[in-house]
């Protein structure tokens, strides 16, 4: 598994930069998956609501398309049910507070130079790799 | 018209994520963990998205709007307060736990897997919580 996907890598990101390119030059919008998601159910506007529907829909469709037209998605998860629903949750709940995740603070925040995306990018990653330290590393 | 370039747009970014593998939250573990063997596909993901992003975006900003709506969209905040990072940290060790993040979760909605739906459905609650919370 460790082996590099350099080609794959690089290639997957410029098409997800050039999709967050496209929805600021289209729709003037910051493509930040986590909010994009959690407006659908908080926004009370009919438009807006459709537009964040659509984004969504057109990402699992990407991935699907993927699947059809190059080869089978690997998604593996190694954390079992009950880790699996604490993460959910601890996903949600920090990306709505700290408004944003991997896209929005990441590929959007970073370009736009943004202090407060660079914090977060920051504290995320760091706090990604701590987790996995314990939980691979050390033994309870 | 928005929500059709949002769909395109989001088709493009759900093609990138599973050509990059980021859908895979193995492949997002393996670059987490940096004492073991490492995996450094995540970098190049990013920096395959901000090659296309950070000369892009001040070119598109230049513009007094985007091409379908009067007015861009974007973040009002400045300042680095508690929230932010709380919930960076929190985010963080959500994303050490299960490997996915918001985007690559939905992408793999793509396989019908029930266990990315329960992830799914978790985080959609996790974002309840903390509007409540607000």
């Known amino acids: 598994m460790a082996e590099v996907n350099l080609t794959g890598g690089l290639i997957g990101g410029a098409l997800i930069g050039l999709a967050a390119a496209l929805l600021l030059l289209f729709n003037g919008r910051i493509a930040g998956v986590s909010g994009i998601l959690g407006g659908i159910f908080t926004s009370d506007n009919r438009a807006d609501r459709l537009w964040r529907c659509a984004f969504v829909i057109g990402i699992i469709f990407g991935a699907a398309l993927y699947a059809r037209v190059f080869a089978a998605l690997a998604v593996q998860i190694q954390a079992n049910n009950f880790t699996l629903i604490v993460a959910g949750i601890l996903v949600g709940f920090g990306t709505r507070l700290g408004s944003g995740c991997t896209s929005g603070h990441g590929v959007c925040g970073l370009a736009r130079r943004s202090p407060r995306s660079i914090v977060a990018t920051a504290t995320f990653m760091l706090l990604g790799m701590l987790t996995v330290f314990l939980m691979r590393h050390v033994s309870f | ?134």
């Open chain 2, 1 to 134: 018209m928005l929500f059709v370039s949002a769909f395109l747009t989001g088709v493009l970014f759900g093609l990138g994520l599973s050509i990059s593998e980021m859908i895979n939250p193995t492949r997002v573990i393996g670059f987490l963990d940096v004492a073991g063997h490492w995996d450094a596909t995540l970098i190049f993901v990013m920096g395959g998205a901000l090659a296309m992003t950070v000369p892009l975006y001040p070119l598109i900003l230049r513009r007094n709007q985007p091409i379908l709506d009067r007015r861009f969209s974007l973040p009002t905040k400045h300042e680095i307060d508690r929230p932010l990072i709380f919930g960076a940290v929190i985010f963080g060790i959500g994303w050490g736990l299960g490997g996915f993040c918001p985007g690559p979760a939905l992408a793999a909605l793509a396989t019908g897997s029930t266990r990315v739906a329960l992830f799914v459905f978790a985080m959609i609650t996790g974002q309840w919580m903390a509007g409540r919370l607000q």
